[in-house]
């Protein structure tokens, strides 16, 4: 079994910054791209932010500048530093991970459950 938690959403108001972690747990071989999405009430599940195992990343134009997505390949995690937070960034936040349990399976990507940002103005 795989696992993907996240932590670190809550309450902040407009301009303060939240810090969200998940982390993969389980019989893993090697974790590829890790993300965040998101959801507002009403609304499609939307990109956020990925990195590659590498580095490399990319962010949704909403947040560029304001959200920075980092990670710790020892560890399976990966972090999400939102600062100067807008009521608009209120939302579930979910992470997933482009993983390999098993070679014979290939890569399989896994969500987290959510955790809830809510950003008051």
């Known amino acids: 079994q795989v696992q993907l938690v996240e932590s670190g959403g809550g309450l902040v108001q407009a301009g303060g910054s939240l810090r969200l972690s998940c982390a993969a747990s389980g019989r893993i071989l090697s974790v590829n791209t890790m993300g965040w999405y998101r959801q507002a009430p009403g609304e499609q599940r939307e990109f956020v932010a990925r990195?590659?195992?590498?580095?490399?990343?990319n962010y949704a134009d909403s947040v560029k500048g304001r959200f920075t997505i980092s990670r710790d390949n020892a560890k399976n995690t990966v972090y999400l530093q939102m600062n100067s937070l807008k009521p608009e960034d209120t939302a579930v936040y979910y992470c997933?991970?482009?993983?390999?349990?098993?070679?014979?399976?290939?890569?399989?990507?896994?969500w987290g459950t959510g955790t809830l940002v809510t950003v008051s103005s």
């Open positions: 990195i590659t195992r590498g580095g490399t990343t």
């Open positions: 997933n991970a482009d993983l390999i349990r098993n070679p014979s399976y290939g890569v399989m990507t896994y």
